[in-house]
Nanobody, 122 residues
Framework: QVQLAESGGGSVQTGGSLRLSCATSGSSDGVTSLGWFRQRPGNEREWVACIALGGGNPRYAGSVDGRFTLSQDNTKRMMYLQMNSMKPEDTAMYYC???????????????WGRGTQVTVSS
């Protein structure tokens, strides 16, 4: 089965940028999509962006569209989330995930990383 590991989290001020990385390993059999999710304090885990494993156009949640960019490097088995113009409400634990789905809905993703913390201060 596929394993995922996030990195790149940290603290940034409002308006700043961070780039998260997700390294995948193991077998990707049955995986059709990769995604980024986040869980803000007191909230449920929500989707941020997702993409088909083979490429194509990423999809973004409305709250991050135009500020965040998902990309992947299939040769390195890496996925990235470039986060710009960050806001305090972007503060959350960020997770990458893989699933046998063509949706960005959380319940379609079976495999998860452990997360990386992102904190945006005002």
């Amino acid at each position: 089965q596929v394993q995922l590991a996030e990195s790149g989290g940290g603290s940034v001020q409002t308006g700043g940028s961070l780039r998260l990385s997700c390294a995948t390993s193991g077998s990707s059999d049955g995986v059709t999509s990769l995604g980024w999710f986040r869980q803000r304090p007191g909230n449920e885990r929500e989707w941020v962006a997702c993409i088909a494993l083979g490429g194509g156009n990423p999809r973004y949640a409305g709250s991050v569209d135009g500020r965040f960019t998902l990309s992947q490097d299939n040769t390195k088995r890496m996925m990235y989330l470039q986060m710009n113009s960050m806001k305090p409400e972007d503060t959350a634990m960020y997770y990458c995930a893989a699933g046998r789905t063509y949706s960005c809905a959380r319940d379609g993703y079976r495999y998860w990383g452990r997360g990386t913390q992102v904190t945006v201060s005002s």
